[in-house]
C-alpha cells in the first residue's frame, strides 16, 4: 500500500489526477459477501469502468514456491495494445531504475481477474517477490519502496506523454 500512496503522490506532484480504488489495506468487500476477494475486484473495476482513467497501475508484491526466483514483473492483458505498451514502457523504467538482479521483461496474461474484466488501459505491477528473502527485506524498506514508487511515476508520466498527448 505504500508504494501506492508515494505513487500517487508524485503523480498529483505533476499535477496528474489519480482515482485509488482504496486508500488502506482494508478490501472493498462487502463483509457479508461469500468471496471477499472477487466482491473486491468487482467494486474495484466498478470504480475503473465509471472513471474511465488514461491508465489503470495495480501495484502488488509477489510470491512463488521457489525462493531464488526474483525481479520485479509487469504484466498486461493478452491482446490489450495499450496494455502492452504501458507494460513495456513501465517494466524497462523499473529495470533501468531499480537495477535489479533479475532483468525481466513485460509478460502477457489472460487470466488475472482485473486484467481480464477492465476496459481500460491496465497493467499489473510485482514489486519484488516476498518468497525471496533478500528481496523481502528489500521490500521492507522505505528507500526501496521510495525507489519503487518513483520508477512507476516515471513510467506513468512517459506512458501518458506517448499515449494521451
Not at 486508500?23 to 468487500?29: F, I, K, Q, R, S
Not at 465509471?50 to 498486461?76: C, L, M, R, T
Not at 507494460?87 to 529495470?95: L, N, P
Not at 477492465?118 to 522505505?142: D, H, M, Q, R, W
Request: net charge negative.
Amino acid at each position: 500500500m505504500e508504494i501506492a500512496l508515494l505513487v500517487q503522490e508524485f503523480l498529483e506532484q505533476e499535477d496528474i489526477r489519480v482515482i485509488m480504488t482504496r486508500e488502506t489495506a482494508d478490501g472493498l468487500y462487502d463483509k457479508n459477501a461469500s468471496n471477499k476477494k472477487v466482491d473486491d475486484m468487482k467494486k474495484r473495476i466498478a470504480i475503473m469502468e465509471k472513471e474511465k482513467p488514461d491508465a489503470v497501475i495495480s501495484i502488488h508484491q509477489n510470491s512463488y514456491h521457489e525462493e531464488n526466483v526474483s525481479g520485479p514483473q509487469v504484466f498486461y492483458y493478452n491482446g490489450s495494445i495499450e496494455g502492452k505498451k504501458m507494460a513495456d514502457i513501465m517494466q524497462g523504467q523499473i529495470v533501468c531504475g531499480m537495477h535489479p538482479e533479475k532483468e525481466r521483461v513485460a509478460k502477457e496474461n489472460g487470466s488475472y481477474y482485473l486484467l481480464k474484466k477492465t476496459s481500460v488501459p491496465i497493467v499489473i505491477v510485482e514489486c519484488g517477490f516476498l518468497s525471496n528473502s533478500k528481496e523481502a527485506e528489500y521490500l521492507c524498506t522505505p528507500l526501496y519502496r521510495e525507489k519503487m514508487a518513483w520508477n512507476i511515476h516515471l513510467a506513468v508520466l512517459r506512458y501518458l506523454n506517448e499515449n494521451t498527448g
